[in-house]
């Protein structure tokens, strides 16, 4: 495959490249050419596709507060407030995944969105609990089988300002939590996380950019000890 092609895209009976300049390759890969179980699937984060960022008691998350605060942080200002508005066009987007042939769908869970004050005890959003508990059914509707990341890099805010987030060990008392939400109100995601175990993005990666976002990207203003100490 030429480096100039990007983007494959795997339907019911080809597969195709977009390229650079536009065009569309069609090479002689088909989805009969791999094994009967290999999984055809597609992953988003909940920051990056959901949206409605403000709406049904959502709490702010690290990413709201720093894309609409340092828009300079992206290349062309955008933020996630909108993003592709999955929120509301939940099932439109899983029509087109019916129609792209997956198998299965990972999506990760904002944590603001059923936990707005990041913690139990400051009250659990019954319309984001809704919203997973749909999108879960309408996946296994259109024979997809969800797949769910608890946590992508989003942060609820009032913990950043508290402790710092995933720099202070207070984290561990809170993000447990979370998970407990299932029980109230039939969160069924339990059995899929213990068969697939896909429940953190890598950490050390998701560590050193909060730290990064918290320090406004400002690495040469770091200390020698800091700088260490996000890399270990």
């Known amino acids: 495959m030429s480096s100039n092609n990007h983007l494959l895209m795997i339907t019911g009976n080809h597969s195709m490249f977009r390229s650079d300049s536009g065009g569309i390759i069609i090479p002689t890969i088909k989805r009969s050419d791999f094994p009967k179980d290999f999984v055809f699937g597609a992953a988003t984060s909940a920051y990056q596709v959901e949206g409605a960022w403000n709406v049904q008691g959502k709490g702010r998350s690290n990413w709201d507060v720093f894309t609409m605060s340092e828009p300079a942080g992206i290349d062309d200002g955008s933020n996630g407030c909108t993003a592709i508005d999955q929120y509301n066009l939940l099932k439109d987007d899983v029509d087109l995944m019916k129609k792209v042939g997956l198998d299965s769908y990972r999506f990760s869970i904002a944590w603001t969105r059923i936990l707005p004050g990041g913690r139990i005890c400051k009250g659990i959003c019954k319309e984001g609990i809704k919203y997973y508990n749909d ?58 996380l213990i068969q697939l175990s896909i429940i953190f993005k890598p950490v050390r990666l998701f560590d050193v950019v909060e730290y990064l976002v918290q320090r406004d990207w400002k690495i040469d203003e770091m200390s020698v000890a800091e700088l260490c100490a996000i890399m270990n």
Not at 138 to 151: D, Q, Y
Not at 171 to 184: G, M, N, T, V
């Open 135 to 192: 999108l879960i059914d309408i996946l296994l509707a259109a024979g997809i089988e969800p797949c769910v990341t608890l946590f992508h890099w989003d942060v609820p805010e009032c913990l950043e300002l508290e402790y710092q987030g995933f720099l202070s060990d207070k984290i561990l008392q809170d993000f447990p939590a979370k998970k407990e939400c299932r029980s109230y109100d039939k969160v069924h995601t339990v059995c899929i």
